[in-house]
T-cell receptor, first 114, second 114 residues
Framework: KNQVEQSPQSLIILEGKNCTLQ??????????LRWYKQDTGRGPVSLTIMTFSENTKSNGRYTATLDADTKQSSLHITASQLSDSASYIC?????????????FGTGTRLQVTL | DGGITQSPKYLFRKEGQNVTLSCEQNLNHDAMYWYRQDPGQGLRLIYY???????QKGDIAEGYSVSREKKESFPLTVTSAQKNPTAFYLC?????????????FGSGTRLTVV
């Protein structure tokens, strides 16, 4: 069964600190992996997209890594800000030949405090 | 600015009523999708459409219906057959090219049964 598991479920950190969110998946065949940020009551917004051959991709203070052999990804947030408080969702895509199918993780809820 | 617009932001439904959620995009995307988001669960696909006048069931299509009469519009009707409709509904769009990795989400509609 295709699954995407994220950890931790929730996380509280102080402003200015770094944190790392984890994503493990069993989706096959693999097409790409995406990290989204979702503010409360809003739609998800894409942070990074990585294909099989990419190990690392950055978007400002966000850096995603991918190990396709172990089927693991991480999202590292540097120098956190209050505005980073949101849910972070890992999404793995399969391409079936006619369409892409996405499997969503349940997300990590991050709270950045003063 | 190009984007995807969902309306209304909040919707209340009485038992036994059908309600329709609107989704409009001006991104010239071929494919459109409807997802349902519940607390503690990943997004689940309700319906998707890759071309005008054609749509496919997703993983949880029962109790829902859609139409795709125009490329820009993909409304979702939550029927009285949907026994647990209270959820956050997200519409998304993308190009259908397998080289495209971009999904754009709307800001969501929160539906509550009263």
């Amino acid at each position: 069964k295709n699954q995407v598991e994220q950890s931790p479920q929730s996380l509280i950190i102080l402003e200015g600190k770094n944190c790392t969110l984890q994503c493990n998946y069993t989706v096959s065949p693999f097409s790409n992996l995406r990290w989204y940020k979702q503010d409360t009551g809003r739609g998800p917004v894409s942070l990074t997209i990585m294909t099989f051959s990419e190990n690392t991709k950055s978007n400002g203070r966000y850096t995603a890594t991918l190990d396709a052999d172990t089927k693991q990804s991480s999202l590292h947030i540097t120098a956190s800000q209050l505005s980073d408080s949101a849910s972070y969702i890992c999404v793995v895509s399969q391409f079936t030949g006619t369409a892409s199918k996405l499997t969503f993780g349940t997300g990590t809820r991050l709270q950045v405090t003063l | 600015d190009g984007g995807i617009t969902q309306s209304p932001k909040y919707l209340f439904r009485k038992e036994g009523q059908n309600v329709t959620l609107s989704c409009e995009q001006n991104l010239n995307h071929d494919a459109m999708y409807w997802y349902r988001q519940d607390p503690g669960q990943g997004l689940r696909l309700i319906y998707y459409s890759q071309i005008v006048n054609d749509f496919q069931k997703g993983d949880i299509a029962e109790g829902y219906s859609v139409s795709r009469e125009k490329k820009e519009s993909f409304p979702l009707t939550v029927t009285s057959a949907q026994k647990n409709p209270t959820a956050f509904y997200l519409c998304a769009s993308s190009m259908t090219s397998p080289l495209n990795y971009g999904y754009t989400f709307g800001s969501g509609t929160r539906l509550t049964v009263v």
